[in-house]
Nanobody, 124 residues
Framework: QVQLVESGGGLVQAGGSLRLSCAASGRTFSTYTMGWFRQAPGKEREFVATISRSGSSTYYADSVKGRFTISRDNAKNTVYLQMNSLKPEDTAVYYC?????????????????WGQGTQVTVSS
């Protein structure tokens, strides 16, 4: 069992930056593929980014590629999402997820554990 707690969300103007963090409990964080997803009002949860257990491999949704960077610090049991050049369409609740069976996981159904989410609002 692992618990995930996201932080770092907030209100930012278009073109600005935010850094989300997701802290995980437990001793097995380094064995989990991690992912970030987001859900806007009235829309389905969508994939944002994923990172392999060691952090050596990453994969992004086309909509955020070149603007967002996922990283992890296994010593701190934390995964990050650096978001630059934010756009109003990035507004959503952002969730981190843990424990996909794949090296990189882009499907929400693949993950066993989810955080409670953190709101990101980008104003135009």
């Amino acid at each position: 069992q692992v618990q995930l707690v996201e932080s770092g969300g907030g209100l930012v103007q278009a073109g600005g930056s935010l850094r989300l963090s997701c802290a995980a409990s437990g001793r097995t964080f380094s064995t989990y593929t991690m992912g970030w997803f987001r859900q806007a009002p009235g829309k389905e949860r969508e994939f944002v980014a994923t990172i392999s257990r060691s952090g050596s491999s990453t994969y992004y949704a086309d909509s955020v590629k070149g603007r967002f960077t996922i990283s992890r610090d296994n010593a701190k049991n934390t995964v990050y999402l650096q978001m630059n050049s934010l756009k109003p369409e990035d507004t959503a609740v952002y969730y981190c997820a843990a424990d996909s069976p794949y090296m990189l996981g882009s499907g929400p159904g693949e993950y066993n554990y989810w955080g409670q989410g953190t709101q990101v609002t980008v104003s135009s």
